[in-house]
C-alpha cells in the first residue's frame, strides 16, 4: 500500500478542519507549507527521543589509521559498538566522558580500539575511540537515529531508500571535479552535458544497489535494496561556478558536506499519529482552534508511543564507597596493543 507524503498533508488538513474536504482541494501553497511543517515536526523529534518508536538502527563506516574522533549524521544514542577483523565482530567498551578524556594514556599508539566515548553535537554524534585503529577497521554503530526529512512524493511505507537532491544545474561543460561527489564510497568525477548524463551513467550499475532518475527537475538517488544511500563531498571552497553540477539542497562547493538517507518505513499507526500531530500545528500556525476530536486522538497515539519508544529501565547499579583506581600499563599499550581480554581506557 502506498502512503505519500501528498496524502498525509492533505488528511491532516481535513482533520484541521481548516480545508473542508467535500468542498475544497489542497492547493499548490497549502502542500508547500504543510511540508514544511512536517518537516519540522520530525526535526523536533531530534530533541525527545520518546517520539521515535523505532529505537534502534545500524550503520557502518571505515576507521581510519590514527585517527580517533569521528563524526556520524543522524545518530542521537549508542546501543552498541564494534569493529570487525575479517568476519569476527569485536564489542568495544563504553566509558564515561570524565573517564575518557580525564584519564592517564599514552596518544600515539595505534592499536585495536578497545573503548569509546560518544556526544550529541549539531547534526549527529561525535565518537571517540581508544586505542587509535591501527587499521582500516569496519565499525559498525547500533543506536537510535534522528528521523530525516521527507518530500512530497515520498512514500513513507516504502523499504525503498531515497534521496533527494534537489534541482540540479548543469553550467557546460558540467564537470565534477575528484571527492565532490562520492555516493557509497564510489566518486563520482567526470564531465556530465546534463544532469540526464549524470543518472544514465549512474544507471549503468556503478554504484552497486544505487539508482538515479530526473524527477521534476530534481534529482533523486534511490536504493533498490533499502541500503543505506551515503553521500559524500570533500567540497572546493570558493570553487568557481562554470564547470560545475550544482544541487539546489546539497552543495558539492562549500566545503566538506555529507549525508546519509535511510528508507522511511513508517508503520500505519506511525503515519497516522504524524497526521494528527501535523493537524495540530496546522492550526496553530493558522490561528485555528485544535478540534477535540484531534486532541483526544493525538493524546492516545502519544501516550501508546511513549510506551513503545521509551521501555522501562529496571537495571542497578551498586557504587563501592572504596573507589577504584587503575592506572595505564605502558608495556602493555606498547607491546600487546589492545590484543587481550579485559579491554579498558
Do not use: H
Not at 534522528?146 to 531515497?162: G, P, R
Amino acid at each position: 500500500m502506498t502512503f505519500t507524503v501528498t496524502k498525509l498533508i492533505s488528511e491532516a488538513y481535513y482533520d484541521s478542519s481548516v480545508v473542508s474536504r467535500q468542498f475544497a482541494t489542497i492547493q499548490g501553497y497549502e502542500l508547500n507549507d504543510g511540508l514544511l511543517w512536517l518537516n519540522q515536526l520530525l526535526g523536533d523529534k531530534a530533541m525527545d527521543t520518546g517520539d521515535i518508536p523505532y529505537i534502534t538502527q545500524q550503520y557502518s563506516f571505515n576507521a581510519v589509521v590514527g585517527q580517533e574522533t569521528y563524526f556520524v549524521p543522524g545518530l542521537a544514542s549508542i546501543d552498541a559498538l564494534v569493529f570487525y577483523i575479517g568476519s569476527i565482530r569485536y564489542p568495544m567498551q563504553y566509558v564515561d566522558r570524565i573517564r575518557y578524556f580525564g584519564s592517564p594514556r599514552a596518544n600515539n599508539i595505534n592499536a585495536l580500539p578497545v573503548s569509546y566515548t560518544y556526544e550529541r553535537v549539531p547534526g549527529g554524534c561525535n565518537i571517540w575511540v581508544y586505542f587509535w585503529p591501527q587499521q582500516a577497521f569496519e565499525f559498525n554503530v547500533t543506536g537510535n537515529f534522528f528521523i530525516e526529512s521527507v518530500t512530497l512524493n515520498q512514500d513513507l511505507q516504502s523499504k525503498i531508500t531515497t534521496a533527494n537532491l534537489g534541482v540540479a544545474t548543469v553550467v557546460t561543460p558540467g564537470t565534477i571535479s575528484a571527492g565532490q561527489l562520492v555516493v557509497n564510497g564510489i566518486d563520482l568525477a567526470g564531465t556530465y552535458a546534463t544532469a540526464s548524463d549524470l543518472a544514465t551513467y549512474i544507471n549503468t550499475g556503478v554504484i552497486p544497489y544505487v539508482t538515479a532518475n530526473i524527477n521534476n527537475f530534481e534529482f533523486v538517488f534511490q536504493s533498490v535494496l533499502g541500503k543505506t544511500i551515503s553521500i559524500v563531498t570533500s567540497g572546493i571552497l570558493n570553487a568557481p561556478v562554470l564547470g560545475q553540477i550544482t544541487f539546489k539542497d546539497f552543495s558539492l562547493q562549500d566545503g566538506y558536506f555529507s549525508q546519509n538517507f535511510y528508507a522511511m518505513v513508517f508503520d500505519a499507526f506511525y503515519t497516522n499519529y504524524l497526521e494528527y500531530q501535523l493537524a495540530e500545528r496546522i492550526c496553530q500556525k493558522l490561528n485555528f482552534a485544535v478540534p477535540d476530536g484531534v486532541k483526544e486522538q493525538l493524546a492516545r497515539y502519544k501516550l501508546q508511543i511513549n510506551k513503545m519508544a521509551e521501555p522501562l529501565d529496571l537495571r542497578y547499579q551498586k557504587i563501592s564507597v572504596l573507589g577504584d583506581i587503575r592506572g595505564i600499563n605502558y608495556a602493555q599499550a606498547n607491546i600487546g596493543r589492545g590484543y587481550t581480554t579485559g579491554g579498558g581506557l
